[in-house]
């Protein structure tokens, strides 16, 4: 793994709680609850998780989509979590672009790819169309299309096609950071390898940094320097790439690991469950967890009973 740069996303005790329902229906969800993690300048962090653990809602709070409950995002060292006004919505817009995981629901089916791709540039007060043009097929170019597509509208393209439309839309404002939300899920097997290895080389030639969301571990572990795993709100586990897998510590993330589905035919199918349980494999009775550095940059949510127990492990 390339040498760390300093963090250019800080994300703080975030916290993004619902409340939904009313009266004695009333339920609170705790989204995100406490979540901690760095995201270091030009590297792909991937954040994995089952459904329903927060990962969407942790990308759409960073970048403002909602208010965070509590917590604090700094980008770049500036405060993003402060309250919303002009200036502050217009350096998200500038520095942090998002691709969505439905390619098909997040493109107007009434724009032509050109108007897609190029509204970011008119929304930021551009009215020269020939400059927006030229680099609209700039950035066409940039992800495998051309210009004969820009004409065309989303439903005339196979899912591929259309989250490549999904990225240039997001780069052609250069930010700093994108945030990929499942960007490859609704996609076929024999394509996903394509979209990734298309987001990776743009992040190698336009120096991207790239908060990458799955919930499958077999889709980040080749393509991202740190990963963090989410659990219910929480993030359980922080580690690069290969340590997480090499030593993956938090019960949830070695159950995660090992619900990878396994192409050998000689392992059963039944292995794809996801067999944790915090009742039965946590005892915090005594003792609440909190994140702990158990190795250099490897984090795990444990009470300090765990951490010894993690630390005696790393060292056998
Ligand atoms: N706008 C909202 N209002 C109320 N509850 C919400 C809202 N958005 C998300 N939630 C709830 O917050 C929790 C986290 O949802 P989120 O979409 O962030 O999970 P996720 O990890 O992205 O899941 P998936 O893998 O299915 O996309 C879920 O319980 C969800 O029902
Ligand atoms: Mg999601």
Redesign the pocket.
């Known amino acids: 793994m390339a040498e760390l740069k300093p963090p250019i996303l800080e994300v703080k005790n975030l916290s993004q709680h619902?409340t939904?329902g009313r009266g004695k229906k009333r339920l609170a969800?705790k989204?995100?609850d406490d979540v901690s993690f760095e995201v270091y300048t030009q590297e792909t962090f991937g954040l994995v998780?089952?459904?329903?653990?927060?990962?969407?809602?942790?990308g759409r709070t960073i970048i403002r989509l909602?208010d965070p409950t509590a917590g604090q995002v700094l980008f770049d060292g500036w405060d993003i979590s402060r309250p919303m006004n002009k200036k502050l919505r217009r350096f998200l817009s500038d520095n942090i672009a998002m691709i969505f995981?439905d390619p098909i629901e997040s493109l107007n089916p009434r724009m032509t790819i050109e108007e897609i791709v190029g509204e970011g540039l008119f929304v930021r007060g551009e009215q020269d169309k020939a400059k927006v043009r030229k680099l609209v097929y700039e950035t066409l170019d940039l992800v495998g299309l051309t210009q004969e597509h820009a004409t065309r509208y989303p439903h005339e393209f196979s899912g591929g096609q259309r989250q490549r439309v999904g990225i240039a839309r997001a780069i052609i404002v250069k930010p700093k950071l994108i945030i990929a939300?499942?960007p490859v899920s609704a996609l076929d097997v024999s394509i996903q390898a394509q979209v990734i290895n298309l987001l990776n080389d743009l992040k190698q030639e336009l120096g991207l940094t790239i908060l990458f969301?799955a919930?499958n571990l077999s889709v980040v572990k080749y393509f991202s320097d740190r990963i963090g795993v989410?659990y219910y709100?929480k993030m359980v586990e922080i580690a690069n790439a290969a340590d997480l897998y090499e030593n993956p510590l938090h019960p949830y993330t070695r159950a995660l690991l090992s619900a990878i589905p396994e192409p050998n035919p000689r392992y059963s199918i039944s292995g794809n469950r996801v067999d944790y349980d915090p009742a039965r494999d946590h005892d915090y009775s005594a003792e609440q967890p909190s994140m702990r550095e158990v190795l250099p940059n490897h984090f795990v949510y444990c009470s300090q009973g765990e951490y010894e127990r993690f630390k005696l492990k790393v060292s056998l």
Do not use: P
């Open positions: 619902f939904t969800v989204a995100v998780g089952e459904s329903g653990c927060g990962k969407t809602t942790t909602y995981q939300d499942e969301v919930h989410m709100g």
